[in-house]
């Protein structure tokens, strides 16, 4: 069973930083494709960012130049660096692995077999 674990949430100024982490159960960071998913209050749970392979990525167009994810298989962890926080980055933020399939962005929820429970990311303006 796949298990995964957020941290890194918190409260911080518009403009400001925070770093995501996902502890992953041995293996999945480095053989799985890990992504990022956040849920607004009311709103649809959406893509943030993606990793696979040796160092695939994908992000929404909403993060591109802001936010950049990163793997470091050694510690089974994948990281979400957050720079120039907004207020509408406020969410749930949810780390989530693929099972083994093909795709070429890994932007879908139904790609995705395992979640975590999520952290909580507040940008006051």
């Known amino acids: 069973q796949v298990q995964l674990v957020e941290s890194g949430g918190g409260l911080v100024q518009a403009g400001g930083s925070l770093r ?18 956040r849920q607004a209050l009311g ?4 893509f ?4 696979w392979s040796s160092s695939s990525v994908y992000l ?11 793997r470091d298989s050694a510690k089974n962890t994948v990281y979400l660096q957050m720079n120039s ?4 980055d406020t969410a ?3 780390c989530a ?6 795709s070429t962005t890994y ?9 975590g429970q999520g952290t909580q990311v507040t940008v006051s303006s």
């Open 92 to 94: 749930v933020y949810y």
């Open 43 to 46: 709103k649809e749970r959406e």
């Open 85 to 88: 926080l907004k207020s509408e």
């Open 20 to 37: 995501l982490s996902c502890a992953a159960s041995e293996r999945t960071a480095r053989t799985y494709a890990m992504g990022w998913f």
């Open 97 to 102: 692995a693929a099972g083994p399939k093909y």
């Open 107 to 115: 932007s879908h929820r139904e790609e995705y077999d395992y979640w």
């Open 60 to 70: 929404a167009d909403s993060v591109k130049g802001r936010f950049t994810i990163s």
């Open 48 to 51: 943030v960012a993606a990793v």
